[in-house]
T-cell receptor
Framework: QKEVEQDPGPLSVPEGAIVSLNCTYS??????FMWYRQYSRKGPELLMYTYSSGNKEDGRFTAQVDKSSKYISLFIRDSQPSDSATYLC???????????FGAGTRLFVKA | ETGVTQTPRHLVMGMTNKKSLKCEQH?????MYWYKQSAKKPLELMFV???????ENNSVPSRFSPECPNSSHLFLHLHTLQPEDSALYLCASSTLLAGVEDTQYFGPGTRLTVL
């Protein structure tokens, strides 16, 4: 079993739709959770970071973590064509161990 | 310069060439990473350096040789590569310490093509 599982997609939605991106993880010791966005031919950039269960909102983006089910989500409201990218979830713990990345989900938002 | 920079951004090389990729981080981090990202594949961690010491080598072929002279600079020396080594090579850095979350910051990558 992979430590972080993520559906590679692609996911195609119309402009203005609410997008839901999801990951599951296997290690209950993971403490922090991140979402990265990667545009084509660019490096991943940190989009959101959260350290606990619950929701964290930043503009149109909401990160949600459910530690009991080991499930993390990213919601994008009012999606825009500029949101078209690959979204990678990531997680780890603060024991000095490196972050583990999911495979990434490709998102296309059609105008 | 800010963040993580990588040079060159694009590189085309023959299988007999020797070239080097360079990464520099301006974030005060102590850990640096090399990743390989092939089309439609997840990030593949290649090497990890923490305080200039290599802490991880994920069974990477010896034709890839990393060098970390200090916590701000990381090189990847390439020789006798194969066409299947063509990929985006990403450098990242972070504060990798016990008790601190490992938030990695990536450079723009070097797009490598091996002919």
């Amino acid at each position: 079993q992979k430590e972080v599982e993520q559906d590679p997609g692609p996911l195609s939605v119309p402009e203005g739709a609410i997008v839901s991106l999801n990951c599951t993880y296997s290690n209950s010791a993971f403490q922090y959770f991140m979402w990265y966005r990667q545009y084509s031919r660019k490096g991943p950039e940190l989009l959101m970071y959260t350290y606990s269960s619950g929701n964290k909102e930043d503009g149109r983006f909401t990160a949600q973590v459910d530690k009991s089910s080991k499930y993390i989500s990213l919601f994008i409201r009012d999606s825009q064509p500029s949101d078209s990218a690959t979204y990678l979830c990531a997680t780890g713990n603060t024991g000095g161990f490196k972050t583990i990345f999911g495979a990434g989900t490709r998102l296309f938002v059609k105008a | 310069e800010t963040g993580v920079t990588q040079t060159p951004r694009h590189l085309v090389m023959g299988m007999t060439n020797k070239k080097s990729l360079k990464c520099e981080q301006h974030l005060g981090h102590n850990a640096m990473y090399w990743y390989k990202q092939s089309a439609k594949k997840p990030l593949e961690l290649m090497f990890v350096y923490n305080f200039k010491e290599q802490t991880e080598n994920n069974s990477v072929p010896s034709r890839f040789s990393p060098e970390c002279p200090n916590s701000s600079h990381l090189f990847l020396h390439l020789h006798t590569l194969q066409p299947e080594d063509s990929a985006l090579y990403l450098c990242a850095s972070s504060t990798l310490l016990a008790g601190v979350e490992d938030t990695q910051y990536f450079g723009p990558g070097t797009r490598l093509t091996v002919l």
